[in-house]
């Protein structure tokens, strides 16, 4: 049955419960726990096959629909995104198709979540730890207390640590971490003040996204 074996295939490729075991079936590095995935002990790097017992079997070629499934769930999982709130964002990129680059609007609306940008301004290991601290309040929008992971940032705001919680772990010797950081062009950190900026509009050429955008706006079309 082919509802069926479609919801086979996206729980398969899920494998929500294990992030290594995400970035193994999917067969790319998503950096989903921080500085394990810079270390050698990365089990992409030591297993570099998909995990299960059938492993050393032959694997089936995948259907057109699985690899666009299989595209999509890349780019889900690389920003750590829910289906439901995945799906809102290409869908709104979909609408704009053929008015606009939808391609650049749905990878420019993905780096603009606030969790996004704690994370590629270095203040965070992982988008999982952004969003933690985000909503524990960790950080100030333009001076404001902002909680929502998905706050969509735009040109010329600032963010900044929020000063009571200079002390905590996941912030002692920020600024030494920080010293060799070098944050995407369209970002910029202050050392001295630990404030970043966003100074333009992220781009998908920097961005290089692990996944084929067009595949998945053809899965959310179907």
């Known amino acids: 049955m082919v509802v069926g074996r479609r919801k086979q295939e996206e729980y398969n490729l899920s494998m929500k419960n294990n992030k290594c075991k995400i970035c193994r079936r999917l067969g790319v590095k998503l950096f989903l726990k921080g500085e394990k995935c810079l270390s050698p002990n990365c089990p992409i790097i030591k297993k570099p096959y998909p995990p299960g ?24 999982n690389w920003y750590g995104l829910r289906e439901a709130q995945f799906r809102k964002y290409v869908k709104q990129a979909l609408e704009k ?7 650049g609007l749905l990878i420019k609306t993905l780096e603009s979540r606030l969790d996004n940008v704690i994370f590629r301004l270095g203040l ?13 309040s ?10 929502i992971p998905s706050y969509q940032v735009k040109l010329g705001d600032t963010i900044t640590i929020r000063p009571q919680k200079l002390k905590k772990g ?3 010797n920020i600024s030494f971490k920080l010293k060799k950081y070098q944050p995407p062009s369209w970002l910029e950190f202050s050392l001295k003040t630990l404030e970043g900026k966003v100074v ?23």
Do not use: C, M, W
């Not at 965070?124 to 524990?136: D, E, G, P, V």
């Not at 960790?138 to 909680?147: A, M, Q, T």
């Not at 333009?200 to 179907?222: K, L, M, N, Q, T």
């Open 124 to 136: 965070s290991s992982s988008r999982s730890q952004a969003k933690q601290l985000i909503s524990h």
């Open 170 to 172: 996941a912030f002692q």
């Open 138 to 147: 960790h950080f100030l929008v333009n001076g404001s207390e902002i909680n």
């Open 200 to 222: 333009a509009e992220p781009g998908i050429e920097e961005v290089a996204p692990p996944a084929e955008i067009p595949a998945i706006f053809e899965y959310y079309s179907r």
């Open 97 to 103: 198709r053929g008015k606009t680059d939808s391609v």
């Open 53 to 76: 017992l059938r492993r050393k079997k032959r694997s089936r070629p995948l259907s057109e629909y699985g690899k666009e499934l299989k595209e999509k769930q890349k780019l889900r």
